[in-house]
Structures are given as C-alpha cells and as structure tokens.
C-alpha cells in the first residue's frame, strides 16, 4: 500500500496536520494504535495559547468549534503555602489569552473535522526503516506493511518513527505525577473545592507539589508531584488504591488538611505518570522524506506548552507542505528550521524559568516571584 502523507499518532499534532493539509487540498492517512477514538479517555484541561495553539487553529479553519467547547472561567489561578494561606488569586476576567477545554473535546473537533477514513484505527507501528530515494516503510504489528514517500512521526514520547532521524530516547526527569480525581467536588468535597477555587490551583514545596484544575462537571482533576527515583515509586502498590493513597499522602504530613484531601478523599484509585523528557535542545540532520512533530520531536516535562507546540508543529508543517507542493524536502527543511528553536525556547514557562521542582525555589513564594518576573 502506497499513500503521499503519512501520519503515525492521532494526538493533537498528527489531526491538526491532516486537518491543515485538507485544508489545502492535499490528502494525508493517519495510522493509531488506539481501536477508536473512545478508547480511552483522553486525559484532563489543556489551556490553548493565543500565540502558538490558536495559531494552530486559525490554521485549520477551527476557531469556531474551539470556542463552543472552552470552560468559562478556568484561567483563574490560585496559589498557596502547604499551610493553605493563599498567596495568589487570579480571577479570570477573559482577557487571559488561554482559554481552557477538555483535551478530548479539543481531538473530537478535529477528528471531526476530517474525511470519513482518514484516521486508520487500530494500528499499531511495530517498526520502520528507510528504501532510499526519500521513501520509508512502516510495519504495523499485524504484519503489514506500507510505503511512504513523506513519513511523520507524531507518535509521542516512545516514537517508533523518531530512530529514522535520532538515536535520542526519553530520560526520567527525577519527577512523578500521581493522578486522581474528585468527583462533585462542591457537594461531597467541600474543603478542597474551595481550596481549589474556579481554575488552577498550585501548592509547591521543595521536592513535592500539589495541583489541582476544576474541569467540567464539577470535578477536579488532581495531580501530586513528587521528586523521587523510579525505584521508590515501583516500592509501591498501585493495584491497591488504599495502601499506595495513605503512601502518597505520608508525603504531605503537616500540610493543610483541604489540601491533603485532594489525596485522601479521591474518588478514584491513584495513577502513577513518570516524567520523561528528550533532551532540551534535541535536533537532527535532514533526513528525506521523514519528519517528526509533537513530543516524538520535543517532549519535555510538563509546562503548559507541549500540547500548544504540537499542534502549532502540525499547522506549520502542513502550510509549509502546501507552499512546497513539488518539494517535500523545502517544506521540512523549512518547518524544522522554525521548530527547533521554538522548541528549545518552550522549554521554560513562557519564557521565564520554572523552579524545579527539587530546588529551594520550588514554593509558593518562589512561583509568584517567576510569575512577576514573567510580567516584567
């Protein structure tokens, strides 16, 4: 099987490049592992960035369906100690410039958005390999095959397709998520939601954090930072919700009961996320006929950025593919010689740079400093 574009991941970035070059004209196939688009839930918030996501979907026509799906009031933000005092509390007056939707709500537009059958689900990419001449081969776990004449890996943190142009790997950044959910957080949850406020609530402290997005639904979305090796967090159980729940919280003893709550009273069991990261400033040679996007390109610990990067990777590769109808290796010349500095700056927040989470820095205190230093 023969196709012009090939896109390997359906996340945000491989849709919006398909989405743009539809847009054009141009047809493209999407290849996902996943069975279907629900078969799995597609995480939490995301705040789309009026200088790089919107661009984004400026790009592909989407402008309209992403303000029907955007959470009113969500850019507020609040910080506190690990005591509970509220150093910072940032209404959302609108002006913000990065509304927040569902990370799901934002693929299922662009998904949508698509011709019937442009996404191939249920496939899995077991390997690829370069023929020469700019054409590469893709091998799916069943067993077959494809050939390409322009391959993009938009396949993520463990990208099958990223060997083709770097022998770089994701490290572990020394930091764990540990993820949970609290469900009717007004009623049942009193203390925490109010703790949370109406957006995005942050309780840093040197070597762990706490922070929490009120989502649709009245449910917040919580997630515990913590600075530990992997062998610490394999020590745990994670199949037994009870136990491994009471060994997260002996993490935050002494902090604010509404805060530890947000562990404690989870209504769902905990989730370890292990942090990994591509080097900051990670590149390559042009190699024909091949490119990557997203974090298969880029990944770095979370920051706000990497979902807005992806997406606007897609749109600058899909316009610079139509620019170039004739010269594949002008349009990725062109779009990786944009992207990679772009990338390496992303690797701040917005600019400014973010307390690790390990440092003195990291506390509330800290984190207001940056955010004054950023509006300097």
Known sequence: MNTPVTIIGAGLGGLTLARVLHVHGIPATVYEAEASASARAQGGMLDIHDYNGQLALKAAGLMDEFRAIVLEGREAMRVLDPDGTVLLDKADDGNGGRPEAMRGELRRILIDSLPAGTVRWGHKVSGTRALGDGRHEVVFADGTTLLTSLLVGADGAWSRVRPLLSDATPAYTGTSFVETYLHEADIRHPAAAKAVGGGLMIAPSPGREIFAHRESGDTLHMYVGLFKPLDWFAAIDFTDAEAATARIAAEFEGWAPELTGLITDSDTAPVLR???????????????????????????????????????????????????????????????????????????????????????????????????????
């Open 274 to 376: 292990s942090l990994h990261a591509l080097p900051t400033r990670h590149r390559w040679d042009r190699v024909p006929g091949v490119t990557l996007l997203g974090d298969a390109a880029h990944l770095q610990a979370p920051n706000g950025e990497g979902a807005n990067l992806a997406m606007l990777d897609g749109a600058e590769l899909g316009e610079a593919i139509a620019a170039h109808r004739d010269d594949t290796e002008a349009a990725l010349a062109e779009y990786e010689q944009a992207m990679f500095p772009r990338s390496a700056e992303a690797a701040t927040f917005e600019g400014a740079e973010m307390p690790a989470i390990d440092s003195e820095a990291n506390t509330a205190r800290g984190l207001i400093d940056m955010f004054t230093e950023k509006a300097e």
